[in-house]
Nanobody, 127 residues
Framework: QVQLREGGGGLVQAGGSLKLSCADSGRTFSTRNMGWFRQAPGKEREFVAIISRPGDSVYYRDSVRGRFTISRDNAKNTLYLQMNNLKPEDTAVYYC????????????????????WGQGTQVTVSS
């Protein structure tokens, strides 16, 4: 029903940029809020950015606000994360995720509310 595949990770110097993408091969992409999460070694998975079904509401964790931009293209079943001015502390495996509920009105930042996950893409920022 939902199959997510991320791309676009890599190694970049501090201050650089990367753009992640997440393609959903299922048929319910436009009915679900979507999110980007990350997990660094030895740390819990944390929310980075979430976006509502139509894309008109977005939320960011404080440490990335102003540097990262989440967006989606429902016609292409694709989610994006533009990351600018990257910092070493952004180093992590980044995951896209789809809300477990269709048609939820307000996106939520808790990983437990997302049942569908991509395989993850490594982002490494060198100082």
């Amino acid at each position: 029903q939902v199959q997510l595949r991320e791309g676009g990770g890599g190694l970049v110097q501090a201050g650089g940029s990367l753009k992640l993408s997440c393609a959903d091969s299922g048929r319910t992409f436009s009915t679900r809020n979507m999110g980007w999460f990350r997990q660094a070694p030895g740390k819990e998975r944390e929310f980075v950015a979430i976006i509502s079904r139509p894309g008109d509401s977005v939320y960011y964790r404080d440490s990335v606000r102003g540097r990262f931009t989440i967006s989606r293209d429902n016609a292409k079943n694709t989610l994006y994360l533009q990351m600018n001015n990257l910092k070493p502390e952004d180093t992590a495996v980044y995951y896209c995720a789809a809300d477990s509920l269709q048609w939820r009105v307000v996106p939520v930042p808790t990983p437990e509310d997302y049942n569908y996950w991509g395989q993850g893409t490594q982002v490494t920022v060198s100082s």
